[in-house]
C-alpha cells in the first residue's frame, strides 16, 4: 500500500480567500458530502476563452502539491499553478446580475466576459 506523504503547511498563502467564499465553499462541501480528507484544489487548466481556466473544486493532495490553510480550509495547489495565481483573489458574490465564485487576479493581463478564464 502506497503511503501519501503530507507535505507540511506553509505559514504564507500565496492566495486569498473572502469569509464569503469560504463559507459558500463549507456549505458546499457539507451538501455535497465531500469526504473530511479532501482539501479545496485551487489551480489553472489550458483552454477557455482567453487560454487559462481556473480550477476551483475539492480534491485529495498529490505529491507534486503546495498546501495551506485560510480560515480552517486546507488548500493544495499544484506547485507549477502559482506563477499564475500568486496573488489572486477568491471571492463569492450574489448580486442582481452575477451569483458565483470570482477571480480578481493581478497576473492576468486580459479576462475574458465570463470571469472564468484569462491570460498572462
Do not use: W
Not at 504564507?12 to 469569509?19: A, E, G, V
Not at 477557455?48 to 503546495?66: A, E, H, N, R
Request: charged fraction near 20%; proline fraction near 3%.
Amino acid at each position: 500500500m502506497e503511503t501519501l506523504l503530507e507535505s507540511p503547511i506553509t505559514s504564507s498563502t500565496p492566495i486569498q480567500i473572502t469569509d464569503g467564499a469560504v463559507q459558500q465553499l463549507n456549505a458546499i462541501r457539507m451538501q455535497e458530502n465531500i469526504p473530511a480528507d479532501y482539501c479545496l484544489r485551487v489551480g489553472v487548466k489550458g483552454g477557455g476563452c482567453s487560454g487559462f481556466s481556473y480550477v476551483l473544486g475539492f480534491d485529495l493532495q498529490k505529491d507534486d502539491d503546495d498546501t495551506f490553510e485560510i480560515n480552517d480550509l486546507k488548500i493544495v495547489m499544484n506547485k507549477a499553478h502559482a506563477i499564475y495565481l500568486l496573488g489572486m483573489e477568491i471571492d463569492f458574490v450574489t448580486g442582481l446580475e452575477n451569483r458565483g465564485f470570482t477571480f480578481n487576479n493581478p497576473n492576468a493581463s486580459s479576462t475574458c466576459g465570463c470571469g472564468t478564464s484569462f491570460s498572462a
